[in-house]
């Protein structure tokens, strides 16, 4: 009887938190999920391992590894200037092929609709993120509420969830504090965030401890997969104008 009103029994539809702020539960099957954790062990193996970034004196929890554009407080550059230097891995094609699927799901336009059908609201023309950033939650860490502000372009955030299920708050563009709604992300979940939305503050309240589900291949904690386009060019930069309000 417990089980029938978990909260694993209640359906887990398509929903819309705000206009432009999709959240489409199981978007991902299970050998998806598997293959982008295989993914993942690989960019930590790669030419700049995942770290906790710091503001100041503050170290965030969670482990970051980057693609494209390396991502650190205030800005984006080629190289990790504040790991090793070295310069990140790509963003493959297969990861921008996900990230317009993903949109299209969300948003409810079919991949290849008819000319005329209209392209994604609020995506300028075909999406085509340029950063990948891939976070690594331990059973203790968390994120705390921000926007993410440090891209140039109006592109949309596409997130993908792997592992164990978060308490995820999606909040408002005005600040930190109420409104906001709190959904639980679980592996396999798209969570799209464009439009209107774009620059809505956001976090990870918790991680829900041995949640993950069975073939996922993770079994403890959570990697968080979102994928953006910083609108940069060149090689990189991380001055005046490109700065904004990170994740602390
Ligand atoms: O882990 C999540 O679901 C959100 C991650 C996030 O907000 C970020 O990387 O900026
Ligand atoms: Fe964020």
Redesign the pocket.
Known sequence: MDALFSEDAIPRERRELAPGAVWLPGFLDLAQQRWLVERFREWAAGPVPPRAASYGEHQMS?K?VCLGWHWRPGGYSREAVDVNGHRVLGVPDWMVRLGRRAISAAYGVEPGAAPGAGPSPWVSGDYTPDTA?A?F?DASAH?GM?Q?ADELAPDP?V?L?LGDS?L?RFGNTDTRGRPYQDIR?ASGDL?VFGGPARRAF???QKILPSTAPEGCGLTSG?I?I?LRNTGLSGPGSGGPGVSGTG?V
């Open positions: 969670v970051t950033l976070n939650y994120m921000h993410d955030v997130s969830s978060c995820f992300l969570f956001h976090g990870v959570r968080n979102t994740p």
